[in-house]
Each structure stands twice: as structure tokens, then as C-alpha cells.
């Protein structure tokens, strides 16, 4: 099994970003797929999950019409698109899928 996050960086206040989660060996119809951050100094939180059918979801309240999840079975992927981004958005960005997690990618909001 191994999880597999991409598409961090660094973008300017106000920017977009696409995150990428990609799960081998986990069937993404019959699980849930969660993305999580950790910004240094705090804990790890919530941010989004979404069901393996795609027809189910929910975001943490900062990230309420700013952020979308979504998944590609086909290709058991899942993406969280980011826009509006601020400053405090700066985190490791992890998936988790039954309970693997990523290793993370960083995204670092900064003008």
C-alpha cells in the first residue's frame, strides 16, 4: 500500500493550487479519502474527505468555498484544488486513505 500526495509549492496570497493524492493497492470505491494539514507548531487538522463513490463530502469550516475535493476512480486519484489561499493555509498537506498516510507535500502561502 502506499499513498502518494503531489502538487505543493509556493504561491502568492490569493492563489490557486492543486493537490494530487494517489493510492496504490487501495481501492478508492470503498473507502474514504481525507486530506489533513499541519502547519509547524500546530496539530495535524481535518481539511476535507470525500467517499469513494464521489457523491459525499465535507470541509472543515476554513476551507468552506475556498477548497473542493473530488476523485478520479478510474484512476484512484483524489484532488483538493485550493484558491483564495492565504497565508495561514502554509501547511503540509497529507491524504489519508484507510488510515495510510502520504508522506505530504508542502505548500507554503507567501507573498
Known amino acids: 500500500v502506499q499513498v502518494v500526495e503531489s502538487g505543493g509549492g509556493l504561491v502568492q496570497p490569493g492563489g490557486s493550487l492543486r493537490l494530487s493524492c494517489i493510492a496504490s493497492g487501495l481501492p478508492f470505491r470503498a473507502n474514504y479519502i481525507k486530506w489533513f494539514r499541519q502547519a509547524p507548531g500546530k496539530e495535524r487538522e481535518f481539511v476535507a474527505d470525500?467517499?469513494?463513490?464521489?457523491?459525499?463530502?465535507s470541509y472543515a469550516d476554513f476551507a468552506k468555498g475556498r477548497f473542493t475535493i473530488s476523485i478520479d476512480i478510474a484512476k484512484n486519484m483524489a484532488s483538493l484544488e485550493m484558491s483564495s489561499l492565504k497565508d495561514d493555509d502554509s501547511a503540509v498537506y497529507y491524504c489519508?486513505?484507510?488510515?495510510?498516510w502520504g508522506k505530504g507535500t508542502l505548500v507554503t502561502v507567501s507573498s
Open positions: 489519508n486513505v484507510l488510515g495510510f
Open positions: 470525500i467517499d469513494g463513490s464521489g457523491s459525499v463530502w
